[in-house]
T-cell receptor, first 114, second 114 residues
Framework: EPEVTQTPSHQVTQMGQEVILRCVPISNHLYFYWYRQILGQKVEFLVSFYNNEISEKSEIFDDQFSVERPDGSNFTLKIRSTKLEDSAMYFC????????????FGAGSRLTVL | AQSVTQLDSQVPVFEEAPVELRCNYSSSVSVYLFWYVQYPNQGLQLLLKYLSGSTLVKGINGFEAEFNKSQTSFHLRKPSVHISDTAEYFCAVSEKGGYNKLIFGAGTRLAVHP
């Protein structure tokens, strides 16, 4: 069964550093998403991406964050100048189309900011 | 805007007992409804979904859920739970005709005891 692959599975970084989380969505999917889950809290929407541009973003997704699909297969989330409160599990997801389509999630990347 | 309320943060239950995990939602537009499961240290796995048609939907691992439009509920049930069902369960909604953005509830931790 096709999978969404995320790397790294766990990253530890110092406060103020830049982090890039990588995702390889399912190959024929067109819509891509990032979510985050702070430990013990709900899963929160960050951003959706379609046709090489952001289609929607939450208020969490401020100028500190950016997304990119650099090469037609990877979908990256960049976090500039990380803060302690950025520590969370970050999930990538993809889906084939709009409408009644189900998101397939990756296993997540755990980010720990010290 | 949509919101999801999961009324129970934790549900302890004995093995082979029935269980119901409650979910209510709020939305000004029509929505699709989902239940996802998260096993310890893993990503989100789709249990079942309601898109249209029959209000009783069956999912994986013997789970089912019933969509009740008048009560804006989508409760998850299983007639007999196993130890292996111990996990976090998330109810989620997405707007019909939207970009499949999922709004999650806070989650219910199901703890099955022998």
């Amino acid at each position: 069964e096709p999978e969404v692959t995320q790397t790294p599975s766990h990253q530890v970084t110092q406060m103020g550093q830049e982090v890039i989380l990588r995702c390889v969505p399912i190959s024929n999917h067109l819509y891509f998403y990032w979510y985050r889950q702070i430990l013990g809290q709900k899963v929160e929407f960050l951003v959706s991406f379609y046709n090489n541009e952001i289609s929607e973003k939450s208020e969490i997704f401020d100028d500190q964050f950016s997304v990119e699909r650099p090469d037609g297969s990877n979908f990256t989330l960049k976090i500039r100048s990380t803060k302690l409160e950025d520590s969370a599990m970050y999930f990538c997801a993809s889906t084939e189309g709009s409408g009644a389509n189900v998101l397939t999630f990756g296993a997540g990347s755990r980010l720990t900011v010290l | 805007a949509q919101s999801v309320t999961q009324l129970d943060s934790q549900v302890p239950v004995f093995e082979e007992a029935p269980v119901e995990l409650r979910c209510n939602y709020s939305s000004s537009v029509s929505v699709y409804l989902f239940w996802y499961v998260q096993y310890p240290n893993q990503g989100l796995q789709l249990l079942l979904k309601y898109l249209s048609g029959s209000t009783l939907v069956k999912g994986i691992n013997g789970f089912e859920a019933e969509f009740n439009k008048s009560q804006t509920s989508f409760h998850l049930r299983k007639p007999s739970v196993h130890i292996s069902d111990t996990a976090e369960y998330f109810c989620a909604v997405s707007e019909k005709g939207g970009y499949n953005k999922l709004i999650f509830g806070a989650g219910t931790r199901l703890a099955v005891h022998p």
